[in-house]
T-cell receptor, first 118, second 113 residues
Framework: ETGVTQSPTHLIKTRGQQVTLRCSSQ?????VSWYQQALGQGPQFIFQ???????GRGNFPPRFSGLQFPNYSSELNVNALELDDSALYLC?????????????????FGEGSRLTVL | GESVGLHLPTLSVQEGDNSIINCAYS??????FIWYKQESGKGPQFIID?????DKRQGQRVTVLLNKTVKHLSLQIAATQPGDSAVYFC????????????FGSGTKLNVKP
């Protein structure tokens, strides 16, 4: 167990709706990253939150947005859902320590939220 | 941007044999790599990592080899067990964005009893 919890575990939405996914990070971690994993594919980076601010973003449109709270938990919001948004959404927490060689920090993943868009 | 690819989508091995899973990466400046294991219905689980200033790192029953000349990673699992059956991903940390990891599409390891 990684100590990272996500909710809900499964949900079904229809095209055009909005969804909010939640993540509680591992105790002591200060950073949350969100990944989208389509069936049969590797996870794709959506964005990362560090100290309540977005700190890096992948190739996802603005309708994917997020929040990080003072307790380091996080939300992923997706507006105007499309069929291709159907995927497993993974949250990963880490303790980022900025060093001279860049950020370090192993990612600890939750079990994911399986979103189906009909 | 960086891309990570795998040579074999599926690998079947006999219980007790050694397994080797390969991964190619595209950015020669990449300096940090992680191997993850993902069991069905679960999130990826950290196995082992390696930095670019090393060419080999060993863990418990696992060894990661890094060949920077040909931009290739491999994960070796000794004495493969049924519990090792899963999808294995290599992940490369972004060079231009240290916060981002690039994952390959994965190799499914089937361990036959």
């Amino acid at each position: 167990e990684t100590g990272v919890t996500q909710s809900p575990t499964h949900l079904i939405k229809t095209r055009g709706q909005q969804v909010t996914l939640r993540c509680s990070s591992q105790s002591g971690h200060n950073t949350v990253s969100w990944y989208q994993q389509a069936l049969g594919q590797g996870p794709q980076f959506i964005f990362q939150y560090y100290r309540e601010e977005e700190n890096g973003r992948g190739n996802f449109p603005p309708r994917f947005s997020g929040l990080q709270f003072p307790n380091y938990s996080s939300e992923l919001n997706v507006n105007a859902l499309e069929l291709d948004d159907s995927a497993l959404y993974l949250c990963a927490s880490s303790l980022v320590v900025v060093t001279g060689t860049g950020n370090t920090g192993e990612l600890f993943f939750g079990e994911g939220s399986r979103l189906t868009v009909l | 941007g960086e891309s990570v690819g795998l040579h074999l989508p599926t690998l079947s091995v006999q219980e007790g044999d050694n397994s080797i899973i390969n991964c190619a990466y595209s950015n020669s400046a990449s300096d940090y790599f992680i191997w993850y294991k993902q069991e069905s219905g679960k999130g990826p689980q950290f196995i082992i990592d390696i930095r670019s200033n090393m060419d080999k790192r060993q863990g418990q029953r696992v060894t990661v080899l890094l060949n920077k000349t040909v931009k290739h990673l491999s994960l070796q699992i000794a004495a493969t067990q049924p519990g090792d059956s899963a999808v294995y991903f290599c992940a490369e940390r972004g060079v231009y964005n240290f916060n981002k990891f690039y994952f390959g599409s994965g190799t499914k390891l089937n361990v036959k009893p």
